[in-house]
Structure formats: C-alpha cells, structure tokens
C-alpha cells in the first residue's frame, strides 16, 4: 500500500498560523498526507505540536492558512464537524469520559455515524435498536482488538494508564476517521509497552486502512514506524524527511541541543 | 434635573454598597474560580453583627439612641471594626471547613458547597436562639443631618460617611493588592496557583487572607446597608441573596477577578438600577440587572475591564 | 411501551385505589411527590446528564403552569361559561359530586392535557432561549444566567395584571357612551382592576367578553397578586402519568446513543466535540426537553388543589429546591432524583414540630455530600447497579477513610 504508484492526498495543510497574544506558537506551517502515510510530527517541548493537532481538528482556528481533508476545507469548522469528515484525535493529557463504561467510551466515538432521530430512540423505533446494536458490536470489536474487552464495563478513569491511552485510540478510531492523529500515545509507558504500543500501531494502520499523524518525544518509535518526519520549533518547521535524514539534519540536532533538558534524537535512537 | 440629582446619589450610595461586596465575590473568583455564594450571608452577618452589638453598647450605657439623638461616633466606628473582625473570622472559618476539603473538586462541587453554606447560614440565622425570623430596625450611629442641598437635594451626614467609608475601604484595599507583599502574592495566586506554589507562595494562606478580607469588606457593606437602611429582614430574607447576586453582577460585569473592575461594575449596576427605575419602571429593578448581565457575558464575557481568554487543550 | 403501561396502571391505581383509602392529607403528600419526581428527573436531564449547571429550573415550572393555567382559566370560560371543573373520575374534582355520576374522562380532562401540553412547549420554546447562552457560557457563569433567567421571570409575572373575572354586567356600565338596545340588559364581561396613571388609585373597569381580543388574556394572569381561579383538576392519576412518562423519556435518553452524547459533554467538553458531538445542539436539546417536561410539572402545579400560582413559584428558592433533590440523588442518576425528591419532599412532614430546621439540614446535607460523595448519592448509577452495591460492600466492610473518594487528591 505505501508504495503503490499513484496515491491521494487525504489531508493538504497549508501555511496555517496560530498566535496567542504575542506568542507565534505555530506559523507557516504546512503539511500533505497521502492515504496510508504514518508520519512523525517531532519537536522540542513547546514547540507548538499540539497547537496543529488542536488547528487540524477545529478546537482553536487558524489565524491563516487552509486546511483540506479529501478535497474539503476543513479550516473553520467546528471539531464535530471536522470528525464527521474523517479526522479523529487523541489528547496528549488524557481526556477519557472517566465516569462512563470503557464500551462507552468507545460506543460514544460511533455516535457521530449514527443516523437515527432522538424520537426513534425513546420509541426504540426497530432501526434504531438495530442501529444500536451495531455500534455496540462494533465498539466491542475495537476494544478486542486492544486487548479492553475484559474491561468493557469498568470506569474508564480506572482504567491503567497505558490502558487509557489504548482506549484513547480505539475511541477515536470509533469515529471511523481517515485521518488518525496520535498526541504522545507513549507518553508515560515503560520499554515494553512501548515496544507493544509501536506493533499496535502499525496493526492499526494495515486494519483500519487509517493515514496517522504522530506526535511523539521517543525517538525510536518515532524513527521506527514512521515513513517521514516533520521537525517543528518555535513554532516553525525546521526540517522534513525521512528518518534517516532527519537524524542527521544539523538544524534538527541544534533545536534539540539547544533544550538540554530533552532527549537528544541521538540518544533516542540508542535508546531503541 | 432634581431628579436627576437625586437619582445619582442614590446611584452612588447603592453603587458603592455593590462595589464593596463585589469585591469580596471577585477576590475569591479570581482564586477560587467559584462564586461564593455564601458572602452575600456574610454581609447581612455584618448587618446582624452590628445590630445586635449596637443594641448592646445601647443597653449597657442606658441610652436610647435615634436620629435626633444619634450615638457617639466612636460607637458607630467601634461597632464597624467589630463587624468586621467576626465576620473576617466568619469567612476564615467557612473557608476551611467547606470549602478547603474541595480544593481539587471540579468547581461545581465548590458551586454546590456554597449554595449549602449560603443557605446553612441563611436558616441558622433565623433561629429564635440567632437573630430570629423579624426583621428588626438597628439604633440610630449617625446624625441624620443635612450637610448641603442642591436644588431640593439633601446630602445629609449619612450619605457623606457611606460613601466615605466605602471609598476608604476601597482605596485600602488597592494599596493592600498592588503596594504590598501579601498582595503580590494574592495576584500570584490568583494568576496561576500552581505556578505560585512552585515559586514558594503559601497558598493556603493567601486563600484564607483572601476570605478575611473579602468577608471584612462585606461586613462594612452589611454595617453601612444597615445604617442607610435601619430595617434589617431576617438572615433567609431573599432579598438579600438578590442584593448578594447583584453584587456579583457588578463584579462580572466590571471584569471578574479584577479589583478595579468591581469598583467600576458596582458603580454601573448601581447607576442601571436606580436610573432605571427612576426613568422608567422600579418593578423592573432585578430585570435590568440580570439582562445587563446576560448582554455583558454573551458579547463581552470579560467584562468591562477583564480580557477574554481562550481554554488550553 | 410496556414501562409506560405500567405507569398507567399504576397512575389509575393511585387515583381509583391508594386515595381514597389514605385520607385528604396523606394523598396531598403523594400527590406533591409526584409532582417533585417529575421536576427533579427533568432537572436530571440537564444538570445531571450534561453537566450544565442550571439554577432557573423553577423558571419553567412557573412559565408552564402559567401557560397552562391561562388555557384551562380562560378556555373554560370561553367553552362553558364558567370556571368549574369538567372532568371525570380519573381527574380532581370537587368533594361534593358523586363520583357515580362521572365518566372516567371529562371533556375537561382534554382540556387540562391540551393546556400540560401546552404549558410543556411554551416551556420549551423559553428552555431553547435559555440554552443558547449554555453555548457561551460554563460552569458558574451559567448557572448565575440561568438563575437572572427565574427573576426575571419572577418580575415579569409581578408585571402582568389582575386576572379578569367574568361577570353579566349591566349595558351602561359596560357600553357608557352607546343607547342600550330595546331587550338587552346585561352584557357578559370581563372585570378587571387597574391603577388609573392620573390619580394612582384603583377602579374596577368592564369589558364585553366579545371585545376583548385572544392575546389580552395572556397579560392578565393576576400579577403580584397570584393566578387565583384556576379550575382544579390535578389529580394523583394525572401526577403519576406525567412523573412515569418523565421517567421513561429520561431512561430512554440516557440509554439511547443520545444519552452517551450528553453524558460525555458532562464528562469532558472538548473530547466530546473531537468525537463528533455536536455540544451545542446536544445543550441546547437538552434544556428543551427538560424544561417541557418541567413545564408539563408546572401545569400540573398551577391546576392542584390548595396551591396558589403566583411569581414567587418562579423564584430561587424553588428552584434550590429542585437542584437540591437532583444533587442528593447524584448528579446524572434518575432513580436517585425519584428518591431524592419522595425524601425532600416527606422531610418537612417529618420535620413538622421544629419546621427552621429543614433548610438547615438539607445545607448540611449538601455540604457533607460534596465533601464526601462529591457525586451525590448514586452518582451516574441507577440503584440497582451492581456498582453502587459493590462499593456500599467494600465501603461498609472496611476502610471508612476511603468514603473520600474523588475529592481527596
Ligand atoms: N490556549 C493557549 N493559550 C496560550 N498559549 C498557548 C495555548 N495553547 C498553547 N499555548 C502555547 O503555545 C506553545 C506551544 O504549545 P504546544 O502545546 O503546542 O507545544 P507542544 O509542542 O505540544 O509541547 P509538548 O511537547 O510539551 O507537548 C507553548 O508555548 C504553549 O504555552
Ligand atoms: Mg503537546
């Protein structure tokens, strides 16, 4: 699939621009991803990552630039819209519905495909117990595939961390998206979860047939699975390539020596 | 234009009664994130507070004291630090039973709280064992005289000291927040607590400063309401909730957690109100404000000195 | 269909079964507990479901009952002539009729439904008005708007006029300027009070029936005086139907797909949009349906038996009231709010000897919950879930330090 001749570009971004006050916590700053891409989106702490997450899927507008998911404008939407028309997220600090079921969770993420009227569901109207009953078998599905399904009933805020970000995931991929983005879903898991998480992602990818954009601080799964990477610092894009390219980009190794307190991305590859 | 004239001072005199109260809400707002809905309590506290000692002070020294033969001024000063140092203590202790517990509660919890405080002390006030169930009228502190008249408006003494120990207290406290430390540390809290705590603020400190002092201040509002006034309703009297609620109008139409705001905002709900009701209907009073409110959150929900922000995700 | 069946049977068996045989007072009782139930679980709905914190619920009732009480007030009039009630066994009627004489549903009864509906979409229409700054606005800012939203309609009922009382009245007092047609006597009117502007003092003034346009009825529901006069009909049938059908609609919602929708707005505000929900018309419905059916409520309050209308039904107080049952039972649990609101609403009973102390308790009630059950009771469980049960277990077997729960960090 990666490599087939002639692929669609599923999501265009085009020089947005973000600032708060006089902060510029993203400028310029553009993007493509074809069907099937897993791309990395690196850079050092406050360098404006999830700033694009947050632009790409409408929860802050762009102050410029344009936005196309498969052919549409997207920039300007509001985030329910913009997940309508394929784009799922997940938060980098997490932002499960606690309180609600684990099979909640992720049956909440099929509301937005489902086409029944509030009247058919107080009726139990036979599409809407129908279309209930799919979702919930779907929603089943995807926790299986994670791993949840002994879990389906607990509260999700008890969930174990590593757990949460996996429900984070199959939450979003309920939302049955095109493009799927991951803000740091390795964050705070040992080596061998992440070992684990990075096969699960590529599962994810081949299953759901999902184009994913990926933020992440470890540098070895990022240099692992992802095809190319975009550097982003201060806001601005410094490099973008494939892995191999960008380890070795001199400008890429200043931003990241230039905040001591980050992993080099020479470490982060000897580390993996 | 003698309506006019006297429309504004009373403008003036309600509106800096709101503005002292509104001070209290907007103090905690801007620290807590949550409407206090128990200092509007407080502040008739402060009315009761001063009532009952003045009736006191009044028996002990065998007087009777009225308009005509008003009591000393130190008395009316006495009784005003007196308010204001019981419900200074008041607010310190509501703040640690109640609301202390909730610090890391989701801010509707705290909401909740308070309406429990608020009615807590509402209906324990009213025991027959408190201040019971009547409303009852407060000795005279003041001479009821007429310092000046324009036109057929009378400034009298009563106008003169509320509107000077408002405006007193006021300046106070902008000394206190912007010219001293426990102020700096106050507008560090108030900014952001965490970062605050990290560069060695007591936080819980500074909370509880804040309750005392916004409790202070709503005393001397409850003590001047009840020389202006002299008829105090009893402690669940909803007219008091309705001057609390306007208070906090002032404030979030000022610019809540702003200090300056709530001067400004008490001034304006003040000025609405009696304009309103002079010009056109004085049924009407509750409507402006709260439709000034809902104009102001939905086109402006800094206020009139606040600034919006945007929720980081 | 089967639940609403039940409730049905259940409402008829109240009526026909449980009040004759418990006395006037005690029926009074369940009567308003009926009444609670459907205003606490249409509350749920918005403060519990959603996490919108309203605090102007009794706004609705009132404009409800209002709604209503103008449709069977002045309907009646216009439809029999007079202000009696005409409905059947299964409605409220006065002790004097002999039931043996009465259908099981009156033509009055239809009436008394088309104004609860009625009374339901004029709330609704005001719970959209209401919903839209939910769009704007969070937490306590919103619940101070919803608040300003039940004074202001407080005051804008103190601002209407005295109800108009339908009388014969004599041609000349009615029709000063114009020659009484030969055999015409009196002419069916409608007296009212006003303040004359000139001399600020009262009259009584007259106006034929025939004369008075539709839309003057609707500011003439009694001002600050109350809406006296409305025909009784509320019976614990028509209670216990309404509160079974609030309590399907509820469970309904809150298992449907739709429910899940409103319960992750409550949860997290901005995941719920990332996944695709549409927040603001979620919010928006919300109020609706919650404040028709709070409107339906308030029609059958303004149409019971011993209650006074009036402006004040709108007030805070009310509406502390409701959210003090939705709080006890746990924010977002239907069966919690019915049992809250059956307890609420049978304190004062038990409390009758030393009456101050109710709101007293109810504070502390409050207070202690959000310390130590900041959930409220059942919290987002229904009473039979196993949930609830387990944790009463573990709680009742050991650590009582843990009663904490979310609060503590
Ligand atoms: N709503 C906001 N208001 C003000 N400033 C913001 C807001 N959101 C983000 N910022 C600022 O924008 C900059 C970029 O933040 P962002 O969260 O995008 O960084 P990041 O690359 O995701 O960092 P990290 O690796 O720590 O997650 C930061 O300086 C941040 O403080
Ligand atoms: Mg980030």
């Known amino acids: ?272 | 234009m003698d309506t006019f004239l006297q429309t504004l001072k009373d403008a003036l005199a309600i509106g800096s009664l709101y503005a002292l109260i509104a001070l209290g809400y907007t103090m905690v707002y801007g620290i807590l994130k949550f409407i206090n809905f128990a200092h509007s309590d407080v502040v008739v506290l402060g009315a009761w507070g001063s009532l009952v000692l003045s009736r006191w002070l009044e028996a002990r020294t065998g007087s009777t004291w009225t308009t005509d033969t008003p009591a000393p001024a130190y008395i009316g000063l006495l009784v005003l630090l007196a308010a204001m140092v019981f419900c200074g203590l008041v607010g310190f202790t509501i703040e640690r039973l109640a609301y202390k517990p909730l610090r890391k509660a989701p801010r509707l919890n705290v909401l909740i709280t308070a309406i429990g405080v608020s009615l807590f002390l509402q209906n324990t006030g009213q025991l027959e064992s408190l201040f019971g169930n009547r409303p009852r009228s407060i000795p005279a502190l003041l001479p009821d005289q007429t310092l000046v008249s324009i036109g057929r408006v009378n400034v009298t003494t009563l106008d003169v000291v509320g509107l000077g120990t408002a405006v007193a207290l006021m300046v106070l406290l902008e000394w206190l927040v912007f010219h001293t430390k426990m102020g700096r540390a106050m507008r560090a809290v108030s900014h952001n607590t965490t970062t605050a705590s990290l560069m060695g603020v007591p936080v819980n400190r500074v909370i509880s400063f804040t309750f005392v002092l916004g409790s202070m201040l709503a005393a001397a509002g409850g003590f001047l309401w009840s020389l202006k006034y002299q008829q105090i309703g009893q402690t669940a009297d909803t007219s008091w909730t309705l001057l609390g609620l306007k208070a906090f109008v002032a404030a979030v139409v000022g610019g809540i957690g702003n200090v300056r705001g709530a001067m400004v905002g008490g001034l304006a709900i003040g000025s609405l109100e009696m304009f309103g009701c002079a010009y056109y209907k004085s049924s009407m009073a509750d409507v402006y404000v709260f439709g000034v409110l809902i104009v102001v959150l939905l086109f402006r929900p800094g206020g009139i000195l606040g600034k919006a922000t945007i929720e980081k995700v | ?409």
């Open chain 1, 1 to 272: 699939m990666t490599s087939s001749g002639r692929r669609s570009d599923v999501l265009r971004v085009q020089s947005i621009s973000k600032s708060f006050g006089g902060l510029k916590a993203v400028q310029d700053f553009s993007l493509t991803l074809c069907e099937g891409d897993l791309k990395g989106l690196i850079g050092p702490n406050g360098a404006g990552k999830t700033t694009v997450f947050n632009l790409l899927t409408g929860v802050y507008k762009p102050d410029s630039g344009a936005i196309s998911l498969s052919d549409a404008e997207v920039a300007g939407l509001r985030p329910n819209q913009i997940c309508r028309q394929g784009m799922a997220r997940t938060f980098q600090n997490i932002r499960l519905f606690g309180e609600l079921p684990v099979l909640d969770n992720v049956r909440l993420g099929t509301h937005v495909r489902a086409h029944q009227t509030l009247l058919g569901a107080a009726m139990r109207s036979p599409f809407s117990v129908g279309e209930e009953r799919a979702m919930t078998a779907r929603a089943r599905d995807l926790l299986a595939f994670f791993g949840l399904e002994g879990r389906a009933e607990e509260q999700a805020r008890n969930l174990p961390y590593g757990d949460q970000r996996k429900l984070e995931i199959a939450r979003a991929l309920a939302t049955s998206p095109k493009v799927l983005l991951l803000d740091e879903p390795a964050a705070g898991m040992n080596s061998g979860e992440k070992v684990a998480l990075r096969d699960l992602i590529r599962r994810v990818q081949t299953t759901f047939g999902v184009t994913i954009l990926l933020i992440e601080h470890d540098m070895g799964l990022v240099m692992d699975i992802c095809q190319r990477i975009t550097v982003i610092d201060y806001g601005v894009t410094i490099a973008e390539g494939p892995p191999e390219a960008i380890q070795n980009d001199p400008k890429v190794i200043e931003a990241y020596l230039g905040a001591p307190d980050e992993p080099s991305v020479e470490q982060g590859v000897a580390r993996a």
């Open chain 3, 1 to 409: 269909m089967l639940p609403l069946l039940i409730g049905l049977v259940f409402a008829a068996v109240m009526q026909l079964v449980v009040k004759p045989n418990i006395g006037d007072y005690p029926a009074k009782l369940v009567l308003d507990i009926g009444i609670a139930i459907s205003l606490a679980v249409s509350l749920t709905m918005v403060n519990g479901f959603t996490g919108q914190f309203s605090m102007g619920h009794a706004g609705f009732l009132a404009v409800g009952g209002y709604a209503a009480g103008i449709v069977t007030y002045y309907g009646s009039q216009r439809i029999w002539g007079d202000r009696a009630t005409h409905g059947g066994i299964l409605s409220g009627r006065p002790l004097a009729i002999d039931p043996a004489t009465l259908p099981l549903v009156g033509h009055g009864d239809w009436l008394f439904l088309a104004a609860l509906v009625v009374g339901g979409l004029v709330a609704a229409l005001l719970g959209f008005l209401v919903g839209l700054p939910s769009l704007r606005l969070k937490g306590d800012y919103l619940a101070i708007v919803t608040l300003g939203f039940g004074e202001i309609v407080r005051v804008m009922i103190q601002q209407t006029n005295a109800t108009l009382k339908p009388q014969d009245i004599a041609w000349e007092e009615v029709y000063p300027a114009l020659p009484r047609p030969a055999g015409v006597e009196a002419v069916a009117s409608y007296a009212f009070d006003v303040i004359d502007p000139a001399t600020k003092l009262g009259r009584t003034v007259y106006q034929a029936v025939s004369d008075t346009p539709a839309w003057d009825v609707l500011t003439h529901v009694g001002g600050s005086l109350g809406f006296t006069g409305i025909p009784k009909y509320t019976s614990l049938f028509w209670v216990y139907i309404v509160a079974s059908i609030t309590i399907f609609a509820a469970f309904r919602l809150k298992q449907s797909t739709f429910g899940r929708a409103f319960l992750s707005i409550r949860e997290d505000e901005v995941a719920a949009e990332a996944m695709g929900v549409n927040t603001t018309r979620y919010k928006v419905w919300a109020f609706v349906i919650s404040a028709f059916f709070a409107g339906v409520a308030g029609g059958l309050f303004a149409h019971t038996l011993g209650v006074g209308l009036s402006a004040e039904t709108a007030g805070f107080l009310k509406s502390f009231d409701i959210i003090i049952m939705v709080v006890l039972g746990g924010l977002g649990s239907i069966s919690g709010a019915v049992i809250a609101a059956v307890v609420v609403t049978v304190l004062p009973e038990a409390l009758r000897d030393i009456p101050q102390y109710r709101l007293i308790i109810y504070a502390l009630a409050l207070i202690l919950i959000m310390i130590f059950r900041p959930k409220g009771l059942l919290g987002t469980h229904e009473i039979w879930d196993r949930a609830v049960w387990k944790r009463v277990r573990r709680r009742g077997g050991s650590e009582p330090g843990k009663a904490k729960g979310g609060s503590s960090p």
